[in-house]
């Protein structure tokens, strides 16, 4: 090969210059997409990564348990200091005494009959409303105990069932109109056909049938719960002998 001189400068013809330049920058690129790449991966939220996920709730977490249908008549969530009282105790039926069950409607006072039919067809017709009439008026009104009252009482009863129409609440009222009934505090301003007859009835001493009776309106968890409470606490009916709805209450 013959010598090139130094100071002869090294000549590239146009194309070859040209193809070199080319091999160049393809030889340099895949190394530039890779530094690209690899810095992506470093920028929150690249590729579609979320930033800060919220976990997913612990599944041994659960939903929580529903309230007892029953006031078994304890209530951790409460304490009571001594320093405020709650009201006096409602009136045990009868005083506490025990009154014989009752299954012939036709020894019912006329007037008293004739109410309790109104209630079984109001009750029986699905339109809450329809107890309205039945309610009574000012001293006559009927008294609804059941723990917080609204002003209305039709709205009271319906806020006590599960649905927004009051259905339960009506199917609980025609059960308990179809068992047997009590005449309870007989002679004083407190009379009254009562029902179901559980409520003037120690618990303790229903027969087998009693009981079929009583777990069609509770079931054996809550007739339990009523066995340690020391009576029935579900809802009952009162009937005043002159035909008034006189109460519908629940507790002791």
């Known amino acids: 090969m013959r010598d090139i001189p130094a100071s002869a400068g090294l000549r590239i013809p146009p194309i070859r210059r040209g193809l070199l330049m080319l091999a160049l920058a393809l030889a340099i690129l895949p190394v530039r997409?890779?530094?690209?790449?690899?810095?992506?991966?470093?920028?929150?939220?690249?590729?579609g990564e979320q930033q800060n996920t919220p976990s997913a709730p612990d599944a041994n977490e659960g939903l929580p348990a529903p309230?007892?249908?029953?006031?078994?008549?304890?209530?951790?969530?409460?304490?009571?200091?001594?320093?405020?009282e709650t009201g006096p105790a409602p009136?045990?039926?009868?005083?506490?005494?025990p009154a014989p069950a009752i299954y012939d409607t036709s020894t019912l006072p006329a007037p008293v009959l004739k109410m309790r039919q109104a209630l079984v067809e109001?009750?029986?017709?699905?339109?809450?409303?329809?107890?309205?009439?039945?309610?009574?008026?000012?001293?006559d009104a009927t008294e609804i105990s059941v723990g917080e009252t609204a002003g209305d009482p039709v709205n009271t009863l319906k806020e006590l069932a599960g649905d927004n129409d009051g259905i339960e609440i009506l199917s609980s009222m025609l059960n308990i109109m179809a068992t047997g009934f009590v005449h309870v505090s007989v002679g004083t301003p407190d009379e009254a056909y009562v029902w179901p007859y559980f409520a003037a009835k120690p618990l303790n001493a229903l027969t087998p049938p009693e009981k079929v009776e009583l777990m069609r309106i509770v079931t054996a968890g809550d007739y339990q719960d009523m066995v340690d409470f020391g009576s029935y606490n579900f809802y009952r009916i009162g009937i005043s002998p002159d035909g008034k709805w006189k109460f519908f209450s629940a507790g002791e």
């Open 91 to 97: 009136k045990p039926l009868n005083d506490g005494k």
């Open 122 to 139: 109001a009750a029986a017709s699905g339109d809450i409303e329809r107890l309205r009439p039945l309610l009574g008026s000012g001293k």
């Open 33 to 47: 997409e890779s530094h690209a790449l690899s810095a992506l991966k470093d920028i929150p939220g690249a590729n």
């Open 67 to 84: 309230d007892p249908l029953i006031n078994n008549g304890s209530d951790d969530s409460v304490v009571d200091d001594g320093s405020e």
